[in-house]
């Protein structure tokens, strides 16, 4: 079956094309796709010019929600970049403060 086929399976899964697009591969293929929807929402909003996609969720740990966004790469390209990991010693990842050009 061709990658961008569509057929009805009363549920949302992600084509290959979008798979491979959101950088998810062979690996989720025939699995049900949680994000499907936030994939489409993200594919949509990058090929219509704009810089990322915000959603506003409530914060609960009890649902696992909580707001989150994603910043398109032509977009992080245009911000400067500096690494401030060394205020944050405990943290497990790197931190980061971006300012435009």
């Known amino acids: 079956m061709p990658s961008d086929a569509v057929c009805a399976?009363?549920?949302?899964v992600s084509t290959e094309k979008l798979r491979e697009r959101m950088r998810q591969g062979a690996k989720a293929a025939g699995q049900v796709d949680s994000l499907c929807e936030q994939w489409?929402?993200?594919?949509?909003?990058?090929?219509?010019?704009?810089?990322?996609?915000?959603?506003?969720?409530?914060?609960?740990?009890?649902?696992?929600?909580?707001?989150?966004?994603?910043?398109?790469?032509?977009?992080?390209?245009?911000?400067d970049w500096q690494d401030i990991t060394h205020a944050y010693p405990k943290s497990k990842i790197k931190v980061v403060r971006r300012g435009c050009h």
């Open 40 to 79: 489409a929402i993200a594919a949509f909003a990058e090929d219509h010019g704009l810089d990322g996609v915000w959603w506003n969720d409530n914060f609960n740990l009890g649902s696992l929600s909580t707001p989150r966004g994603v910043l398109f790469p032509r977009t992080a390209a245009k911000l």
């Open 9 to 12: 399976v009363g549920r949302w």
